[in-house]
C-alpha cells in the first residue's frame, strides 16, 4: 500500500470543499433517479457530474479505511477502532456501488478509482496521523466531519427536487458515522461527547474535531 503522505492527488479536503456529497442519492432507486431526471438535458449533466465527483469521494474513503484499517494495532482499541472502520468502509462501498450503476443508468461513464489519495493536509494540520491507534481514528473523523459539511452544501446544488429529497434523508446517516467514531472515544475519556455541539456547521468544526 503506499504512503499516504507520498501521493502527488489534491487533498481530501481540497476536494470535499467543493461542495459536493459524498452520499447523495445512497437510498434513492434507479427507477426513481430516471423519472426525477427526465427534466432537461442540462440538469441531467449537471447532477450527474456531481455523482461522478462524489463517485471519486467514495472510492477516496474506500481506499482511506483500507489503509487505516492495514495500520490498526492487534490491541482491545485497535480491534474496537477496525471493527467501526470496516462498517463506515462497508456504507461508502454501497454508496460507490449506487453511483456507478446511477451514472451508467444516465448514459455517463463511471469514474474509476485512482491508486492511491493524498490526505497529508490533515496530517498537517493535527488532525490525525498514521503512527497509532488513536491517530488513526482522529483522522477517520476529520474525514467523515468534512464529509458532512460537504454532502450538506452539494445538496442544495442539485437541480432536481427527487435528489434534494433523497440528499436531506441520506445526512443523518452521515453524521451518524462521525459521531460513532467520537463515541468510541468517549469510552475511553468521559469528556467526549459522541455529539459536541446542537449542530454540525463550519462554525462548529473544531467542536467535532480531535486534534492530535
Known amino acids: 500500500m503506499e504512503n499516504i503522505n507520498n501521493v502527488s492527488d489534491n487533498s481530501r479536503r481540497a476536494a470535499l470543499k467543493t ?12 427507477t426513481t433517479l430516471n423519472s426525477a431526471n427526465a ?9 450527474m457530474a456531481i455523482l461522478n465527483a462524489a463517485l ?14 492495514e495500520k490498526l494495532s492487534d490491541s482491545k482499541v485497535g480491534n474496537v477502532i477496525k471493527a467501526l472502520a470496516l462498517r463506515n468502509q462497508a456504507d ?35 488532525e490525525g496521523n498514521l503512527d497509532s491507534d488513536a491517530n488513526i481514528a482522529k ?6 466531519v468534512d464529509a458532512v459539511l460537504a454532502y450538506a452544501s452539494a445538496v442544495s446544488k442539485l437541480r432536481t427536487p427527487a435528489l434534494v429529497a433523497a440528499g436531506l434523508t441520506i445526512l443523518p446517516d452521515e453524521s451518524a458515522h462521525a459521531a460513532a467514531i467520537r463515541a468510541v472515544f468517549s469510552t475511553l ?4 461527547h459522541a455529539v459536541p455541539a446542537a449542530q454540525l456547521s463550519k462554525e462548529t468544526r473544531s467542536q467535532w474535531i480531535l486534534a492530535i
Open 139 to 144: 483522522l477517520a473523523l476529520a474525514l467523515e
Open 56 to 69: 471519486d469521494l467514495e472510492n477516496q474513503a474506500i481506499w482511506a479505511y483500507g489503509v487505516a484499517a
Open 39 to 47: 427534466n432537461t438535458g442540462s440538469d441531467t449533466k449537471h447532477d
Open 189 to 192: 475519556d468521559s469528556t467526549i
Open 19 to 30: 461542495g459536493i456529497a459524498i452520499s447523495a442519492l445512497a437510498a434513492l432507486s434507479l
Open 92 to 126: 461508502h462501498i454501497k454508496h460507490r456501488d449506487i453511483f456507478i450503476s446511477t451514472i451508467k443508468s444516465l448514459g455517463g461513464t463511471p469514474i474509476n478509482a485512482k491508486g492511491a489519495y493524498d490526505l497529508s493536509a490533515y496530517i498537517k494540520a493535527g
